[in-house]
């Protein structure tokens, strides 16, 4: 064999090799993702934006008329201490020097779900959740 010739197990001569994903059923949700010979991911960091004055402004609007509106309603939600525990995680989490996305989603998709019976509380909780994924830019 000559210096030119391939020999056999050179990876630089096999054959490729599919190294594709298969995923089935289901709701799947992907980050960033490298599949095969030398693939790589690479990723910034997420992190939550600095809210302008006008959003800060509007979000202590709004957890205070939740607040309000969860003590007219009490009575008609199904887990009260619930809620007022939820709407205090995401409040704690919005007062965080660096408030976390996740968190704040889950605060935000949980509090939603326990004020679905009350219309007022709804609708506040709707607007709440717009103007922080509007500071998330999600």
Do not use: C, W
């Amino acid at each position: 064999m000559g210096n030119d010739d391939p020999r056999p197990g050179d990876p630089r001569h096999d054959p490729p090799v599919n190294n594709g994903l298969v995923i089935k059923g289901g709701t799947h949700y992907v980050g960033n993702q490298a599949i095969g010979h030398r693939a790589q991911a690479f990723s910034g960091s997420v992190a939550f934006q600095p809210p302008s004055t006008e959003q800060a402004a509007r979000t202590a609007e709004l957890l205070a008329r939740v607040e309000q509106l969860l003590e007219e309603h009490r009575d008609a939600l199904a887990d009260p201490e619930a809620t007022t525990r939820e709407l205090r995680r995401l409040r704690e989490e919005l007062d965080e020097e660096e408030p976390q996305p996740t968190v704040l989603r889950r605060a935000l998709d949980r509090l939603t779900e326990f004020v679905q019976p009350v219309t007022p509380l709804a609708v506040a909780v709707g607007e709440l959740t717009q103007t922080v994924r509007g500071a998330l830019g999600a």
